[in-house]
């Protein structure tokens, strides 16, 4: 009798409408899950002036939010593993449209920070629509598809700061909150059309509903299943720190959360600093911000017309780096791709200390936001390719949890330092850029073209030809 696994499948059927069908889904859950989340650039100076915030309040603002998502992640990478990635993924929605939305009812800063650090909490399972899209996509449009997807995190940051720049100055930052919820309600609505990851349901043992989500995958790319009985996976122990932790993954799993850590204070840094950046260096004033800070001790800056512009200008360099991360991710590979990214990162990061027109500036913070974002969607696709199902949320999970300790810890170097050094506050960042690099280009091993693998049972010397032990 012949055999096939969901990997042989999933080959066999392709990329086709069913894989469309998933991106776009998956990416108007993106959407949602951004524009939540870059709230972050617009409330913190419009809550600064309006309720008249210390520096630190501000801060914290911002890390409460990481906060939560560091202390969940880990846990909903393990519930994700066993019980699956659709209840995980339904959780996270729904938490993001009450949370959220329960924000813009908020009678004072304490609210905020309670509501805001809860939205963290169901935001730490965001982790998991990147484990779903890559395990329903066929190795060879993998790292593709999960750049396509990214577009549409990339739209909701820059459709949060247009719509920002409409609504803050008419109708005030609660009617920004609820308009940002749009989307994630008809997420929600519409969820019972997204599918279990299949690989999870073989992973648990559940082989007659992993062959419905492959029918129903070969139903809609007009493909035929391969023939023979669907294999069932070994029973190797789902989403436990023991599995995680083995000697064959820990050095690969340390310099990955060290990348995700770099990333995420890299990238909600260039954030947060973007019209802090072009404002103190239009004049070359220095290394210090303005001294308006000197007058009002708060120091509430309102954002104007000028600010909103630079911002949404900067996002478009998320848009402009996915063109050339899809001509490279699949050339010269995941490792050198992720190495080149932060290359770039540091280099511009180091160029803003220059004074130079507001042009150039400009130029430079498009380039970093352009340069750290391709490095988050590269590092999302390595560690998704390199570990094996049944630790594979788990995984993803925990670097998710590392990544929001660098995002809690940035607040207080773009919100707190660069209000008393601008330089010294670039140097940071460009140095952590540097020492990413680094950590990235010394990866043992790169996952281009490699086979998702089932277990921790399955070893690949060479990324090209995986093979497997026998269990």
């Known amino acids: 009798m012949r055999f096939f696994t969901v990997e042989d499948a999933v080959e066999r059927v392709g990329f086709g409408r069913f894989q469309v069908m998933i991106i776009f889904f998956l990416g108007a859950f993106a959407t949602s899950n951004s524009m939540a989340t870059m709230l972050i650039a617009v409330l913190a100076p419009v809550l600064r002036c309006e309720w008249w915030l210390q520096n630190w309040q501000v801060a914290l603002f911002t890390t409460m939010l990481f906060l939560g998502m560091l202390v969940f992640s880990i846990p909903f990478g393990t519930v994700a593993d066993r019980y699956g990635r659709w209840p995980v993924l339904w959780m996270v929605v729904f938490g993001l449209v009450c949370f959220n939305f329960l924000t813009a009812f908020s009678p004072n800063y304490y609210w905020v920070v309670i509501l805001r650090t809860m939205l963290g909490v169901t935001f730490a399972g965001g982790t998991q629509i990147d484990t779903l899209l890559m395990e329903f996509m066929p190795s060879k449009y993998r790292a593709k598809a999960h750049l396509i997807y990214a577009i549409f995190w990339s739209l909701g940051g820059s459709g949060t700061i247009m719509l920002a720049y409409l609504v803050v100055p008419t109708l005030g930052w609660r009617y920004l909150i609820v308009f940002s919820c749009i989307p994630g309600f008809f997420v929600l609505i519409f969820f019972k059309a997204l599918p279990e990851s299949v690989r999870f349901y073989m992973a648990a043992g559940k082989r007659v509903k992993a062959l419905q989500v492959l029918q129903r995958m070969a139903r809609l790319?007009?493909?035929?299943?391969?023939?023979?009985?669907?294999?069932?996976?070994?029973?190797?122990?789902?989403?436990?720190?023991?599995?995680?932790?083995?000697?064959?993954?820990?050095?690969?799993?340390?310099?990955?959360?060290?990348?995700?850590?770099?990333?995420?204070?890299?990238?909600?840094?260039?954030?947060?600093?973007?019209?802090?950046?072009i404002e103190s260096k239009a004049s070359c004033t220095g290394s210090a911000v303005p001294a308006s800070s000197d007058v009002i001790p708060c120091s509430c800056k309102p954002l104007t017309s000028k600010d909103y512009i630079s911002m949404i200008v900067s996002?478009?360099?998320?848009?402009?780096?996915?063109?050339?991360?899809?001509?490279?991710?699949?050339?010269?590979?995941?490792?050198?791709?992720?190495?080149?990214?932060?290359?770039?990162?540091?280099?511009?990061?180091?160029?803003?200390?220059?004074?130079?027109?507001?042009?150039?500036?400009?130029?430079?913070?498009?380039?970093?936001?352009?340069?750290?974002?391709?490095?988050?969607?590269?590092?999302?696709?390595?560690?998704?390719?390199?570990?094996?199902?049944?630790?594979?949320?788990?995984?993803?999970?925990?670097?998710?949890?590392?990544?929001?300790?660098?995002?809690?810890?940035?607040?207080?170097?773009?919100?707190?330092?660069?209000?008393?050094?601008?330089?010294?506050?670039?140097?940071?960042?460009?140095?952590?850029?540097?020492?990413?690099?680094?950590?990235?280009?010394?990866?043992?091993?790169?996952?281009?073209?490699?086979?998702?693998?089932?277990d921790v049972h399955v070893v690949s010397t060479d990324p090209q030809q995986p093979r497997e032990e026998a269990a």
């Not at 069932?232 to 789902?238: F, G, L």
């Not at 770039?344 to 200390?353: P, R, S």
Request: aromatic fraction near 12%; glycine fraction near 8%; charge should be positive.
């Open 315 to 454: 996002t478009y360099g998320e848009f402009i780096q996915m063109p050339i991360n899809l001509l490279l991710v699949d050339i010269i590979g995941r490792k050198l791709t992720m190495t080149l990214n932060l290359a770039l990162v540091c280099t511009f990061f180091m160029l803003l200390n220059l004074c130079t027109s507001a042009a150039w500036t400009t130029f430079f913070v498009f380039g970093a936001r352009a340069f750290i974002s391709g490095t988050f969607n590269i590092v999302y696709i390595y560690t998704a390719e390199y570990f094996p199902t049944n630790v594979r949320a788990l995984a993803m999970g925990t670097c998710s949890a590392v990544a929001r300790v660098g995002a809690m810890t940035t607040p207080f170097i773009a919100q707190v330092l660069l209000n008393y050094s601008l330089s010294l506050a670039l140097y940071v960042y460009g140095g952590l850029a540097g020492f990413c690099c680094l950590v990235a280009l010394l990866l043992p091993q790169d996952t281009m073209g490699r086979k998702l693998q089932d």
């Open 221 to 277: 790319n007009r493909a035929t299943l391969p023939p023979g009985r669907l294999v069932k996976s070994s029973e190797a122990p789902r989403g436990t720190m023991k599995e995680l932790f083995k000697r064959k993954h820990l050095r690969t799993l340390i310099q990955d959360m060290i990348l995700w850590c770099g990333a995420g204070a890299l990238y909600y840094g260039i954030i947060l600093v973007s019209s802090e950046i």
